[in-house]
């Protein structure tokens, strides 16, 4: 029964792709995260296959029940699937223990040492089951390539389903240890029902080889009168080539022209192989720049890759059967190849906008179905169309290769093997050489070389006349291939895929974005920095992660404040660098060292963009770099340190949520000295109430005393600070860190200039957060079942329907934000000084613009002491905050004549600057407005001479929510100028 057959190779595919994804998974949660480690898992993998179709193929023979044994392998495959991760759970005793002064080439070739004592096992037999299959399914000589191809087909698109089923419902749904148990009694039901059929039906397998026997005996005759009479012809006249059918192909070659051809279909099976991988990489990458980074469009990808293998494999077995020439088929199928790829770098990044375009008239609700679909849709313009013509490669070897060879599983093993080889050195050669030296369209386009290549190979070793005419169209094309228009950096940088972010612009605003001032392409990621000399952006893979402006007080206070809590900081490591703006930040203390781990070294080298703003932390002795995974570093070192800050991007980016789990904050918290200090950024943009709820309740489950932190008002980036010991805001102790004069610029530049300061910034503590986690019941995010690395991808996709972090919001102000219970006091105050403690609350939370409550603590202060210092400033700074000063007169004529000789045409353009700014406040283009007096007051000689400049650019910061520039520049005017009659 082929069709049970078919059935299992099904399943078979499904089931090897989930594993793999499960396997890759788990053992990058202990090796890492890096490009090398994963990239090691992939070629165990790979090599895996690569053997078990080779030992396969030299073993066929010795089998007569091929059937059974497919039965035990894939029953194997289960048994040793479902103890594998007991056998993953003693790796990390193993590798923490590496000496971090190991050469890198003694802990890659470590690594792959106990990957492939892991791996090799269930690999191998995978390996073997084409070669096993084949040597049942195929009955005909003559069908040997179609029925090949058709078992590729099944179990690639068995493969489809693996990925999709597996990425979109089993492992968000179930989580990893369910998934596995599902697979591995699925493996082991197929493997019973094929076992049942094989002893049931005793004489199946002798019925296939009867039928391939007769197959042979009745060829034979006709086999032996052609080669007979081309023998005898021979001498006499050429090759015809364009009359040769498949049964005349090999017999129109003498001995050694067919060897040379045989080892040019080999190496072609190699090349395109790899080629296959290095464009699956490539379009992975590229891709994510366009439909994002999380898992659901990795999937996608994946997907669309393997549908379009199994589509073209199912094609070859129609096209064996219908092509009198192969070998002209083969070499125009790679040429199409080649095509199809050149087209589709040719629109690469026409695809972001084609997106928007889209996107920006879809409803501002949608399913995630649909918008995943449409993703699926984008993606498939550059890739459906190779990857189907790709397919086509393996069926059509084999069938030109063993046309006439009895022993179908060795053949097939060998071919499997020699495209597995292929593909292991196109992954490892894509990341490491190709993308880094090439770039990703130059990669691309080598990729469309190798093809015409190939193609231009294989016509040459045929020894056909038109063969010089394929090497001059080959070499016509390579240069085509290679001059295509560069992509534009602006496009495929611009973030299409944050619905929230191109909703807020026009079509024509993101057109014209800030000018891109580095763009390269890492081995892990594509990083950009956009912006001019006033503000910059980093992006990696056209995300934000970090900026000059609105992210500066949080990369700032994310290590300021953690390294003022602790008493005496000497050890410290950092999870992320960003822009440099944290290190920088953190090098300010007195530390012994600080260690930063970054996985993209490129990142590294775009944040030097930032140096106008990160403070130069490479010119610190006391920085160690790490290019690691954040996670593996912190499971493998020996170290432990006074404070660790960990700054990851979003947890919907794949990958990223490993650092959201509880394990990871397991692993941090063995790696703090006793009074140590962990500090983690937590955005809360694009992602729901439920999500922030689990990560609260991962932190907390190995941290008892956990505290959130916002940035500032009406911001949605926070910082949770964890430590395993009870502490209390030591307001006099910080005031004394932030006061310093080391310290007084960096802590202004996080926006305090105040102990007091972080009141208002205070949401909740481990006394709320339980009962928060009451009001939004969210289980702990885990290794085990990582919720935030498939639901918050769903969270990004209807971002905008709403207030983004709203329901979270309204949470904590239920709770009050009791910040009081977590500030230490003398146990007994005088009235005096406690009206002085609500005065200074009542500044601090009239810096961070919320008003009302700033009054209300005034109040409080007024009624316990009529005696206040600065209580006329404190009212007159109410006053601007609320905007209700009149504004002030412009600069009249005689104020700028009297200084007109002594700065003259520098006045005139600094007055000239000061009107086109006035004009931008009262068109109310505040934003505009803003940054044009804040360009005003870098001038140290002009600026103090028009104290309208600080009115202005205050009042525009008030006016788009910088609360604590607008105070600053309030506090300096109302110091300068008197207020003004009727304010």
Not at 301 to 311: C, E, N, P
Request: some cysteine.
């Amino acid at each position: 029964m082929r069709w049970l057959v078919l059935l299992a190779f099904f399943g078979s595919g499904l089931s090897s792709l989930v594993l793999e994804n499960l396997w890759v998974r788990q053992l990058t949660l202990v090796f890492g995260g890096t490009t090398l480690a994963i990239t090691t898992v992939l070629s165990v993998f790979m090599g895996g296959l690569a053997l078990g179709s080779h030992l396969a193929g030299r073993w066929i023979h010795r089998f007569t029940r091929p059937l059974r044994v497919y039965g035990l392998l894939e029953a194997s495959i289960a048994t040793y699937a479902f103890f594998l991760p007991q056998l993953i759970s003693y790796l990390p005793g193993i590798y923490q223990w590496i000496p971090e002064d190991w050469p890198f080439v003694a802990i890659a070739l470590f690594r792959f040492l106990l990957c492939s004592i892991l791996l090799v096992f269930p690999t191998t037999l995978m390996g073997a089951t084409l070669p096993i299959l084949s040597q049942y399914f195929v009955r005909d000589n003559t069908t040997l390539g179609m029925d090949v191809g058709i078992l590729y087909s099944v179990n690639t698109y068995g493969a489809v389903a693996g990925a999709l089923t597996g990425g979109f419902v089993l492992m968000p749904l179930l989580g990893t240890s369910t998934t596995l148990w599902l697979v591995c009694m699925g493996l082991f039901a197929m493997a019973t029902a094929v076992f049942v059929y094989d002893l049931r039906n005793p004489n199946a397998n002798e019925e296939t080889h009867l039928a391939w026997r007769d197959a042979q005996e009745q060829q034979e005759p006709e086999v032996k009168e052609f080669e007979d009479s081309f023998l005898q012809d021979e001498e006499e006249e050429p090759i015809a080539w364009g009359m040769a059918t498949r049964e005349s192909l090999f017999h129109a070659m003498n001995d050694k022209q067919h060897h040379k051809f045989q080892r040019a279909i080999a190496g072609t099976l190699v090349v395109t192989g790899a080629s296959a991988m290095v464009c699956q990489i490539i379009w992975s990458r590229t891709l994510s720049m366009v439909i994002g980074s999380s898992t659901y469009s990795f999937t996608l990808i994946l997907s669309l890759f393997l549908i379009g293998l199994a589509s073209g494999a199912a094609y070859a077995s129609r096209l064996i059967q219908k092509s009198l020439n192969l070998l002209e088929t083969w070499t125009r199928l790679l040429i199409l190849t080649a095509i199809a790829l050149g087209f589709g770098s040719f629109f690469f990044d026409s695809l972001p906008l084609l997106f928007i375009r889209i996107a920006l008239n879809l409803p501002e609700t949608i399913p995630p179905l649909i918008l995943f679909s449409l993703k699926a849709g984008i993606a498939a313009i550059p890739i459906l169309l190779p990857t189907f013509l790709m397919g086509t490669f393996f069926p059509l070897a084999l069938s030109l290769l063993t046309h006439n060879d009895r022993a179908v599983g060795e053949s097939v093993g060998r071919l499997y093997m020699l495209n597995t080889i292929g593909a292991i050195v196109g992954s490892a050669m894509a990341g490491f050489v190709i993308i880094p030296t090439l770039g990703l369209q130059l990669g691309l386009a080598l990729s469309g070389a190798s093809y015409l290549l190939c193609a231009a190979l294989l016509k040459w070793h045929s020894f056909q006349p038109t063969r010089r005419s394929y090497a001059i169209f080959a070499g016509v094309g390579l240069l085509a291939l290679f001059f295509l228009p560069t992509w534009s950096p602006s496009l495929m940088s611009i973030g299409s895929f944050r619905l929230s972010v191109v909703r807020s612009y026009t079509y024509e605003q993101l057109l014209n974005r800030s000018p891109v001032l580095f763009y390269k392409e890492g081995i892990t990621a594509t990083v950009s920095v956009e912006g001019s000399s006033y503000h910059r952006t980093l992006k990696i893979n056209g995300k934000p992660e970090a900026s000059t402006e609105g992210d500066r007080p949080t990369q700032i206070s994310i290590a300021a404040f953690p390294l003022a809590l602790h008493p005496n900081p000497k050890d410290a490591a950092l999870i992320g660098w960003g822009s440099g703006m944290t290190a920088g930040a953190a090098l300010f203390f007195p530390l012994r060292q600080l260690i930063a781990v970054e996985l993209e070294p490129v990142v590294i080298e775009a944040a030097r963009l930032m140096e106008p703003w990160n403070y130069k932390p490479h010119q610190h002795k006391n920085l160690k770099l790490r290019y690691n995974d954040g996670r593996n570093f912190l499971a493998t070192t020996q170290q432990s340190f006074d404070v660790i800050i960990s700054e990851p991007s979003n947890p919907w980016i794949s990958g990223v949520s490993n650092l959201f789990t509880r394990e990871y904050f397991q692993l941090a918290r063995r790696r703090l000295r006793p009074k140590g200090v962990f500090c983690q950024w937590v955005q809360l943009y694009e992602i729901s109430s439920r999500n922030v709820a689990s990560i609260l309740r991962s932190i907390h489950a190995e941290f008892p005393y956990v505290r959130l932190f916002e940035v500032s008002a009406n911001d949605t980036d926070t910082f949770l600070v964890a430590t395993t010991y009870p502490w209390d805001l030591n307001l006099a102790n910080l005031q004394k860190v932030i006061s310093h004069p080391r310290y007084r610029q960096l802590f202004q530049d996080a926006n305090i200039v105040s102990a007091y300061d972080f009141l208002p910034r205070f949401l909740m503590g481990e006394q709320e957060i339980p009962k928060m986690l009451k009001k939004v019941p969210s289980p702990a995010n885990t290794d085990a079942h990582n919720l935030l690395e498939y639901t918050a991808p769903l969270d990004l996709v209807n971002a905008s329907a709403a207030t983004e972090d709203a329901p979270f919001t309204k949470t904590v102000e239920s709770l009050g934000r009791p910040f009081l219970k977590y500030v230490k006091r003398p146990k007994e105050m005088t009235p005096e000084k406690q009206a002085l403690f609500w005065q200074n609350v009542s500044m601090a939370y009239l810096r961070y613009g919320k008003i009302k409550e700033a009054r209300k603590y005034l109040t409080k202060a007024t009624r316990l002491s009529k005696k206040l210092p600065d209580l006329d400033l404190q009212e007159r700074w109410f006053s601007l905050m609320q905007g209700k000063e009149n504004e002030p007169n412009l600069p009249s004529q005689s104020d700028v004549s009297k200084h007109l000789k002594k700065h003259g045409d520098e006045l005139r353009t600094f007055i000239k600057l000061f009107l086109e700014g006035h004009t931008y406040y009262y068109k109310k283009k505040f934003r505009k407005c803003r940054i044009q007096f804040k360009g005003l007051l870098e001038n140290k000689e002009l600026a103090p001479l028009f104290p309208q400049v600080w009115y202005y650019h205050g009042e525009c910061a008030r006016q788009t929510w910088k609360y604590f520039e607008a105070w600053k520049s309030f506090s300096i005017y109302s110091q300068r100028a008197p207020q003004p009659q009727g304010g």
